[in-house]
């Protein structure tokens, strides 16, 4: 048994993960340093205009994804590995197009946002300002296609090293900006949305340069972009994020304000063990997109469930944690919110489990159509079943839909699953 444990440790894929995981644990440690920097120097107005506007960036930097992190993932793995030229052709490609559609949005922003501002989002904050948070959009989206391109290669330490690198420089700048009186929202901004990015360009560059010089000689070709695979995942994954947002909006809807405070705080502990879920996936990603016969892709699922206990394992701690170290935690005066934690740590658990047989569907056998038939199904059972049960459960209705909408979208992927499986060659 001990033997097994350590050969599992030993495992590449375990040596992976944990740097990934290590790694995603560190960056939400420098957020929580941060936005303790940020309370103690922000007026809460100030801190406010600085979330929406910087929040605006991160979503929108998402959205401008367009789909291409399953295209990488589907494509690099298997071109790195054979070291095969076409690789520097289809990032180019990839990363022109996305920049080129990128900049049409931006551009198209910049020239709204005022208007936007003053109807929707109602910061006050000068044009300059507004014109800048738009600017650090492209960053965002060069920084994620970059950190992508890594994953996929396989080089997660390095994807990890570098943005806590730059995390360290922004904590150093906000920390010389709060002793000196100097934080603004216009300073912060340009921490987070300027200056951090740019760190994390320049450690590209240096520590890869051999690899990006051939990408000056590569071409851009428009058949490197697969634009039925990619968009039919980006219309999967923005089904399932807007999904994941409903009943946190409908609590707001349905004008029930202290407990939307509890259910956000709940969300936050919830969201946090689900990074682990997303930094084991980041790891098999690569691995399910080079399988090619069914007997690899059974070794794979098998070792993929059981990386996935440990996150499924870390909901059952989480639910069997006792009151008094939640208190710590929430304090008193959110209490209210132990429960709810509780609960939603039963349907988010299933996600460990779904999330397996998506790599599958999305790398391996290339068939985003599933992923996008299972997350309308997600997204009308969560919206349809929250503003159902708000109305006579209140905050605990959601966590009901949530468990429904898992079940009916993994039975769609499982579906998906055999159907292809099947098919592939032993």
Not at 200 to 227: Q, T
Not at 258 to 268: L, M, T
Request: hydrophobic share 50%.
């Amino acid at each position: 048994m001990i033997a097994r444990l350590i050969r599992f440790i030993k495992d590449p894929t375990s040596t992976n993960i944990i740097i990934n995981t290590s790694g995603n644990y560190l960056n939400v440690a420098f957020t929580a340093f941060f936005a303790l920097i940020l309370f103690r120097s922000m007026t809460p107005i100030e801190y406010g205009v600085f979330s929406v506007l910087i929040g605006i960036s991160y979503i929108t930097s998402n959205i401008l994804e367009f789909g291409t992190t399953a295209t990488i993932y589907s494509t690099v793995p298997v071109l790195f590995h054979e070291d095969d030229s076409r690789l520097y052709t289809f990032i180019k490609s990839t990363f022109f197009y996305q920049t080129f559609l990128s900049i049409v949005v931006i551009v198209s922003l910049i020239v709204s946002f005022p208007i936007l501002d003053k109807m929707f989002f109602k910061t006050g904050a000068p044009q300059w300002i507004l014109t800048m948070t738009a600017c650090t959009i492209i960053l965002f989206v060069w920084q994620n296609f970059l950190t992508n391109v890594l994953f996929a290669s396989k080089r997660f330490f390095r994807a990890n090293l570098y943005h806590n690198t730059s995390n360290l420089i922004k904590a150093i700048i906000l920390i010389v900006l709060s002793v000196t009186n100097n934080i603004s929202i216009a300073t912060v901004i340009m921490t987070y949305g300027l200056i951090g990015p740019s760190v994390f360009f320049l450690l590209v560059l240096y520590k890869n340069y051999e690899r990006i010089e051939p990408m000056k000689h590569a071409s851009v070709k428009r058949d490197e972009i697969k634009l039925n695979y990619t968009l039919t995942y980006f219309a999967a994954s923005q089904f399932y994020n807007v999904g994941l947002r409903m009943d946190l909006f409908l609590l707001s809807f349905f004008g029930l304000r202290e407990q939307v405070g509890f259910y956000a705080s709940a969300q936050k502990i919830i969201l946090s063990i689900i990074a682990t879920v997303v930094s084991i996936s980041q790891v098999l990603s690569p691995q399910f997109a080079a399988a090619k016969t069914r007997s690899e892709i059974n070794k794979l699922m098998k070792k993929g469930f059981t990386y996935m206990l440990i996150p499924i394992g870390i909901f059952i701690a989480l639910i069997l944690t006792p009151t008094a170290v939640f208190n710590l935690v929430f304090t008193e005066n959110f209490n209210q919110a132990i429960g709810i934690t509780k609960i939603l740590a039963v349907p988010f658990s299933l996600s460990a489990v779904g999330t397996v047989i998506t790599l599958y569907l999305l790398y391996t056998v290339k068939k985003p159509v599933y992923i996008l038939i299972s997350n309308i199904f997600f997204f009308i059972i969560l919206s349809g079943g929250s503003y159902l049960l708000i109305p006579q459960y209140g905050m605990y209705g959601p966590p009901f839909a949530i468990a429904g909408a898992y079940i009916v979208a993994i039975g769609v992927q499982v579906a998906g699953f055999f159907k292809e499986h099947k098919n592939m060659i032993q």
